[in-house]
């Protein structure tokens, strides 16, 4: 073979690989909520550049539209820790550029970033990485409202101690299996625990079912935790016996868990007819929501206007490639403050 035949070939080969790269970037910041050109670069797209990546930190922005949280007033957009533990919904490649970008102190700085855009309240998850963000945000001056995550009450009081969180709600999908299994006591008595060491105490669920449930019977509970996708629907059939689907299913980056497109309206039904605050979560449907801003704000808009006046909502963030901090607060500024939606009567 002559030199200038190999020499073509790696240069083919060169070529594909900076087109497989290109795709991967555009596929991934498409899944995130950016273009394909603001994956490759915010300032090639002429999107704005996170203030992560910044010199000057953001400046302080107006707060927020708020509500009441027990004794507490915070924002109605508060940060989730998804992204932050590597938790994307959309496969192991996203979950590994998550979880190393958000490597510490970036997870501090962004904390604080969202703080001075006017989020006042992050919910998190127990983890290493959570607790060396939390002490280091509150070591530099944040002011910020944890809301706690959890399950298994045999490690609650250890945790509350270490991490000091204003509140904490028994885990979501802990809580669905619960549900399922007949042990919706233990749910109980986790509440009752919580309250036992001074904290607001509040329960998650994917079933509305479950929330609804809840309600009914009463719980002294303070605040619910609603996603707006039952996501553990596939889990709990498989627990079941049941097989959903046949043999020509389709391929899924993320099989175990279902967004449906009618499932936010049935969360936000739950939500609306219940006392207590409620914080919807997974609105932009883990990233499949995300096609473009447009999409974005639309999600935002039915969030903030389907769930109730006093109710929140909680979104994970990425701004690797763009200023996504800086944009949801902009959304709830502008759709957090809107009358609540109403159905419309029968004619």
């Keep these: 073979m002559s030199h200038q035949s190999i020499d073509r070939r790696d240069k083919e080969t060169v070529e594909l690989a900076s087109r497989r790269t290109f795709l991967a970037a555009a596929a991934l910041g498409t899944a995130l909520g950016c273009s394909g050109r603001a994956a490759m670069g915010a300032d090639a797209a002429g999107a704005p550049l996170s203030p992560l990546d910044r010199k000057e930190p953001r400046p302080q922005a107006e707060p927020l539209p708020s509500i009441k949280l027990g004794k507490y007033q915070i924002s109605r957009l508060l940060v989730g820790a998804n992204p932050i533990n590597g938790y994307s919904y959309l496969g192991p490649h996203v979950d590994q550029h998550m979880k190393q970008w958000f490597e510490p102190p970036r997870s501090v700085e962004f904390l604080l970033d969202c703080e001075r855009a006017g989020v006042t309240a992050h919910q998190f998850s127990d983890s290493p990485r959570a607790r060396i963000t939390l002490h280091e945000a509150r070591r530099r001056g944040s002011k910020m409202l944890f809301l706690a995550l959890e399950s298994g009450r045999e490690k609650l009081t250890e945790f509350v101690r270490e991490t000091r969180p204003a509140a904490v709600a028994h885990h979501g999908g802990v809580t669905d299996i619960k549900f399922a299994q007949g042990k919706a006591q233990e749910v109980h008595d986790y509440v009752k625990a919580v309250h036992d060491l001074g904290l607001l105490a509040g329960v998650s669920a994917h079933n509305p079912d479950n929330i609804k449930r809840m309600a009914d019977e009463g719980w002294e509970v303070d605040y619910f935790m609603t996603c707006f996708y039952f996501v553990t629907r596939k889990r709990l059939a498989e627990m079941a016996g049941k097989k959903e689907e046949g043999e020509n299913a389709p391929l899924l980056v993320d099989p175990h868990h279902s967004f449906l497109r009618g499932d936010p309206d049935a969360m936000t039904a739950v939500a609306r007819q219940v006392s207590q605050p409620c914080f919807g979560f997974k609105i932009l449907a883990a990233g499949r929501q995300c096609t473009n801003q447009d999409v974005v704000r639309r999600a ?36 957090g403050v809107l009358p609540p939606w109403k159905p419309a009567r029968p004619i």
């Design 300 to 335: 935002f808009r039915y969030a903030l206007t389907r769930l109730k006046p006093s109710d929140g909502i909680i979104v994970g963030m990425f701004p690797w490639a763009f200023d996504e901090v800086g944009a949801n607060a902009g959304y709830t500024r502008e759709y």
